[in-house]
């Protein structure tokens, strides 16, 4: 009896709904950070990102609560540039940045319609790691 350890296959098609789904969900966890993270400099999206902040994390950051959302930018930065870069990092990494999220929301009060909506997008962050790691970072092939 012969096994066959062989674990490659070919790569995904650009028709593969999951191959989509793996692309459509890696750009946006991917760019939308980026884009709130440049926001908490330049508050374009609100005029104050400050009052997101709950008490007890802006007392753990040095500084006031305008460092602490800089601070907070940049994390937002970085996890997009991972989810793109390494998804399978990115993606997880992303997840619980949104988990500590809807703590801070839940303790500022009054948010929990935001904190609702994070839940659904820490479901769809852990979609997009599963996917990392059932597709391969290469480019798909393209089918007749």
Not at 14 to 38: E, K, M, N, S
Request: charged share 15%; proline share 7%; net charge negative.
């Amino acid at each position: 009896m012969t096994v066959h350890t062989d674990r490659t296959r070919p790569a995904p098609s650009l028709t593969d709904p999951g191959y989509q789904a793996f692309w459509a969900l890696r750009l946006g966890f991917g760019v939308l950070p980026i884009l709130f993270g440049l926001d908490k400099f330049a508050n374009i999206l609100t005029d104050d990102w400050t009052r997101y902040l709950a008490e007890f994390f802006d007392k753990l950051v040095p500084g006031d609560a305008h460092t602490a959302m800089n601070l907070v930018g940049v994390v937002e930065i970085v996890a997009g540039i991972a989810v793109l870069v390494l998804p399978r990092l990115g993606a997880p990494l992303v997840a619980a940045w949104l988990g500590l999220i809807i703590v801070d929301l839940l303790l500022v009060g009054g948010y929990g319609d935001i904190a609702l909506r994070d839940f659904g997008l820490i479901a769809a962050a852990l979609v997009l790691t599963r996917l990392a790691w059932a597709y391969p970072n290469g480019l798909p092939t393209r089918q007749p």
